[in-house]
C-alpha cells in the first residue's frame, strides 16, 4: 500500500489549516485550538493537545508531522551566541543562528539551502543553489529557539532573515512564514521586530512594499557603484543600482520604516574613502540607515577584513556626509558566524580554525 507523505504542518497558514479540519467535518474554532498549541504553546505532540479529543489528535497525527529538524551540528561562543545545523527531510541542511544581546534574543534564518547568487565574499554564494526552504521549514528554524529560550523564562524577540540564500529568490514562502509568526493569534512577533535582508531583488521589494506590514527591510548594497557591485554580487546585474533605490523609496514610503543598506567592508575592494563618498552620494536625501558589516573571514573566500583604523575612516566619512551609519558588530567570529560556514565545514569535514 502507497502512504501518502504526512504534510508539515508549519507549512500551512491557519486559513489552511481550518480549510482541513473543515473538510473533517469540525467546527471552525478547532483550528484556532490546534494553532494556539502549536504557535502559541509551541506544542510539538499533538497527544498532548488535551483540550481536542482524541480521535481528532490520531487523525491529526496521521495527517501531519509536527517535529522540528534536528540538530546535526552546533557551535556556541563565550557570549552566548549558538549557531546549529538543522537536518532537513530530504537530506539537505541549513543553518540557523540565535544571537543573545542584553534583553535582546535575535534569530538569524535561513530561506534557501545555497544561495543562487554568488556573492564573491559570502561562504553560502560559494556553495551554489540547492533548493528553496519550505514556509515550515523557514519558521521552524525560530521555534527551534524558541523552545529552548521558553526553558529559561526567554522569547524570542527579534528575527532577522540573514542566514543562507536570497529571502526574495523564495518569496513566498518566505513570506508565509513571517505572516505566520507575526499573526497575533499565535506567535505573534511583531512586524517591526522582524528584518528581512536581500540583495536586491527588486521585484520583490515591490511585492514586499504591497503586503502591508511594517517589516524592516534591509539592501544588501556592497558597492556605490555598478561595475564594482557586480564584481561582488554576480546575479546584481539583473537589477541596476538605480531601480533597486527607487524600490527601497517605494518601500520606505509604503511602510513609513526607514530602509537600511548593508555594506559588507572587504579591505582594499570598497573600504576607500571615495566608495565612501560615492556612497554617500547616492543615499544622501533618503530615508535610509548605512550598516556597515567588517568581512568575516571563511576558508576560500579572497578577502581581507578591513583594519579597525580603516572601517573607523569610512565610518566617519559617512557622518561627515551626513549618512547616517552604524557598523555591525560581529558577533561570533570565533566560531564562524558568517552563514553558510557551519554547513561547508559539516559536509567537507573542514576542521575548526
Ligand atoms: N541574501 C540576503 C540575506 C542573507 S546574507 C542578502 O544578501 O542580503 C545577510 C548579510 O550577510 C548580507 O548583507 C551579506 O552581504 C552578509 N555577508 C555574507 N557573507 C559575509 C561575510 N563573509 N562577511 C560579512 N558579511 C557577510
Ligand atoms: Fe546569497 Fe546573500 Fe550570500 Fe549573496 S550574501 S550569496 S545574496 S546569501
Not at 27 to 40: C, D, M
Request: proline share 5%.
Amino acid at each position: 500500500m502507497v502512504t501518502m507523505a504526512k504534510a508539515f504542518l508549519l507549512d500551512l497558514s491557519l486559513e489552511e489549516l481550518a480549510a482541513e479540519l473543515r473538510a473533517w467535518g469540525e467546527p471552525a474554532y478547532r483550528a484556532r485550538q490546534v494553532w494556539e498549541w502549536v504557535w502559541r504553546h509551541l506544542c510539538l505532540d499533538f497527544g498532548a493537545m488535551t483540550n481536542l479529543s482524541l480521535p481528532l489528535r490520531e487523525a491529526l497525527a496521521e495527517r501531519f508531522r509536527l517535529a522540528l529538524p534536528p540538530v546535526l551540528a552546533r557551535e556556541q561562543d563565550e557570549e552566548g551566541t549558538e549557531k546549529v545545523l538543522l537536518g532537513l527531510e530530504d537530506g539537505t541542511s541549513v543553518e540557523a543562528v540565535l544571537i543573545p544581546e542584553e534583553d535582546r534574543r535575535t534569530v538569524c534564518i535561513s530561506t534557501q539551502v545555497g544561495c543562487p547568487v554568488g556573492c564573491a565574499f559570502c561562504a553560502t554564494g560559494q556553495m551554489g543553489f540547492v533548493r528553496n526552504l519550505t514556509a515550515g521549514e523557514i519558521a521552524a528554524q525560530v521555534l527551534h529557539f524558541a523552545r529552548i529560550l521558553r526553558e529559561k523564562g526567554e522569547r524570542v524577540s527579534h528575527v532577522v532573515v540573514m542566514g543562507m540564500g536570497e529571502p526574495l529568490l523564495n518569496h513566498e514562502a518566505t513570506l508565509k512564514a513571517l505572516r505566520n509568526l507575526n499573526d497575533p493569534r499565535g506567535f505573534a512577533l511583531g512586524a517591526r521586530r522582524i528584518t528581512l535582508s536581500t540583495v536586491g531583488v527588486v521585484p520583490g521589494i515591490l511585492r514586499l512594499a504591497q503586503e502591508g506590514r511594517q517589516f524592516n527591510l534591509a539592501i544588501s548594497l556592497h558597492a556605490p557603484d555598478e561595475k564594482l557591485r557586480r564584481k561582488l554580487v554576480p546575479m546584481s546585474a539583473r537589477w541596476p543600482l538605480s531601480e533597486v533605490l527607487r524600490a527601497a523609496d517605494a518601500y520606505a514610503l509604503a511602510t513609513g520604516r526607514r530602509v537600511t543598506y548593508e555594506y559588507v567592508l572587504l579591505s582594499g575592494v570598497n573600504d576607500g574613502l571615495v566608495h565612501a563618498r560615492a556612497l554617500a552620494k547616492l543615499l544622501r536625501g533618503r530615508l535610509a540607515h548605512v550598516n556597515l558589516i567588517p568581512f568575516n573571514p571563511a576558508p576560500g573566500l579572497p578577502f581581507e577584513r578591513p583594519s579597525a583604523g580603516q572601517i573607523e575612516l569610512f565610518r566617519r566619512e559617512l557622518l561627515a556626509q551626513g549618512i547616517d551609519v552604524t557598523v555591525r558588530r560581529s558577533r561570533g567570529i570565533r566560531i564562524q558566524a558568517a552563514c553558510g560556514q557551519l554547513r561547508s565545514r559539516h559536509l567537507h569535514g573542514v576542521p575548526r580554525a
